[in-house]
């Protein structure tokens, strides 16, 4: 297995100030943003569940917390595994892998479809009203039933 390094967080970049047609360049770093497919695997089918727009760094939180306010998973014991998939390629860098447990329900997946763009913001932009925002899990950590 080749080893995967992170992409940075951050990209470098040039910046030219002018003052008093007088310029002056310099180096700046950037936030780095690039998509992340999230991929489920369950027995022997597997799924792509997202997409989301991220700055590289903490995928698998990101993924495994994406499908958590989802309602895919609800306890920490349904995974048994999250890594960068597995496949050879340079596209691999931006796929995680979440495998369930085969005793794990199947999860009703349709109702995640999107379409609509889907970022890594905190999620109020783009909710059609507050009532949108409730807290989806109680302080023990489990789902919040409706």
């Known amino acids: 297995m080749r080893l995967r390094i992170a992409k940075p967080s951050t990209t470098g970049a040039r910046i030219y100030r002018v003052e008093l047609g007088e310029v002056d360049e310099r180096p700046d770093e950037l936030a780095t943003e690039e998509p992340l497919e999230i991929r489920l695997i369950q027995g022997d089918r597997r799924r792509t569940v997202a997409v989301t727009m991220r700055t590289p760094g903490a995928d698998l939180e ?85």
């Open 62 to 146: 990101l993924a495994i917390g994406f499908l958590f306010a989802e309602g895919v998973i609800h306890r920490p014991e349904e995974v048994l595994r999250v890594a960068p998939c597995a496949e050879p390629g340079e596209a691999c860098a931006n796929i995680v892998e979440v495998e369930l447990g085969e005793d794990v329900p199947a999860p009703e997946l349709a109702v995640l479809e999107r379409h609509f763009f889907a970022t890594s913001a905190c999620g109020v932009c783009g909710k059609a009203g507050l009532e949108a925002l409730e807290l989806r899990v109680t302080e023990r950590g489990g789902p919040v039933r409706s």
